[in-house]
C-alpha cells in the first residue's frame, strides 16, 4: 500500500534562510512524486512532480526536490525563503500516474520578516 | 483554459437540508475526483471518476452523500440530508496524465 508521510506540521523560517520540508512514501512499486502549494482559501497548484529521468527536479518559484530511492524520500527545498513563500505544502505520490493520488497531511510553512 | 470551475464558492445551509456542489473539469481531462479539506482529517479523497465512470468510492463517508458524472464536462456531489459534521472545503479536482488540477473549492457551513 502507498502512504506519504511528513515530518512536521509546521515549520518556521526567517526570511532568506534555506526551506526545507521532508516527506517519506513507501509504494510497492516506482512511485511518481508531487509536491502541490495551497496558498489561503485557494486550492491545491503543482509545484513540482518526479515521474522518470533526473531524479533532482526544479519547480515553480525556486522550489527543487530531490527523489531518493534508497531513503525513500522526496524533500523539498528552496536556498532562500520568501515571504510570498508561505502556505501550507503537500506531498504526494500515486504509481499509475493521473489518478488514486494519496496526499500527505501538510506542512505548513510561516515565513517570518 | 478557465482551470477547473466550482459552484457555488460558499454555501451556508442549515442542517437537514440538500447541498448540491458543482464542478466543471478542464476540458479533455478524462479524470476527476472530489476531496474534502477540513482541519481535523485533511485532504480527503471521496470519489473519484474516469471517463464519467465512478471507479473507487471507498471515501464517501455515508449514504448521504452521492456524487454523479453526467457528461465529460459536470459532475455533482450531493449531500442529503447535510449535518453540521459535513462542514468542510470540497475541492473537485480533474487530470488526464500524472498531475491533478484543482478548483478552487466550495466552502460549505452547515449549521
Known amino acids: 500500500a502507498q502512504s506519504v508521510t511528513q515530518l512536521g506540521s509546521h515549520v518556521s523560517v526567517s526570511e532568506g534562510a534555506l526551506v526545507l520540508l521532508r516527506c517519506n512514501y513507501s509504494?510497492?512499486?516506482?512511485?511518481?512524486l508531487f509536491w502541490y502549494v495551497q496558498y489561503p482559501n485557494q486550492g491545491l497548484q503543482l509545484l513540482l512532480k518526479y515521474t522518470t529521468g533526473a531524479t533532482l527536479v526544479k519547480g515553480i518559484n525556486g522550489f527543487e526536490a530531490e527523489f531518493k530511492k534508497s531513503e525513500t524520500s522526496f524533500h523539498l527545498t528552496k536556498p532562500s525563503a520568501h515571504m510570498s513563500d508561505a502556505a501550507e505544502y503537500f506531498c504526494?505520490?500515486?504509481?499509475?500516474?493521473?489518478?488514486?493520488?494519496?496526499f500527505g497531511a501538510g506542512t505548513r510553512l510561516f515565513v517570518k520578516a | 483554459d478557465a482551470g477547473v470551475i466550482q459552484s457555488p464558492r460558499h454555501e451556508v445551509t442549515e442542517m437537514g437540508q440538500e447541498v448540491t456542489l458543482r464542478c466543471k473539469p478542464i476540458s479533455g481531462h478524462d479524470y476527476l475526483f472530489w476531496y474534502r479539506q477540513t482541519m481535523m482529517r485533511g485532504l480527503e479523497l471521496l470519489i473519484y471518476f474516469n471517463n464519467n465512470v465512478p471507479i473507487d468510492d471507498s471515501g464517501m463517508p455515508e449514504d448521504r452523500f452521492s456524487a454523479k458524472m453526467p457528461n465529460a464536462s459536470f459532475s455533482t456531489l450531493k449531500i442529503q440530508p447535510s449535518e453540521p459534521r459535513d462542514s468542510a472545503v470540497y475541492f473537485c479536482a480533474s487530470s488526464s496524465k500524472d498531475t491533478q488540477y484543482f478548483g478552487p473549492g466550495t466552502r460549505l457551513t452547515v449549521l
Open positions: 504526494a505520490v500515486s504509481y499509475t500516474g493521473g489518478f488514486k493520488t494519496i
Open positions: 509504494s510497492s512499486v516506482p512511485p511518481y
